[in-house]
């Protein structure tokens, strides 16, 4: 279950999704994925 300030983060980060005009959960998850990719990238 989460709880507490993990959900404060994961409720922030739904929100800048859903600001940007993504709300598709999948399409959420597709550019976290892109994200963790370029990150490793610069690694």
Known sequence: MVT???K???D???ND???GG???PL???EQ???LL???ALVS
């Open 8 to 10: 404060r983060q994961i």
């Open 4 to 6: 507490g300030e993990l």
């Open 32 to 34: 976290l994925t892109y």
């Open 12 to 14: 922030a980060v739904w």
């Open 22 to 24: 993504i709300s598709n």
């Open 27 to 29: 399409e959420v998850m």
């Open 37 to 39: 990719f370029i990150k």
């Open 17 to 19: 999704f859903w600001s």
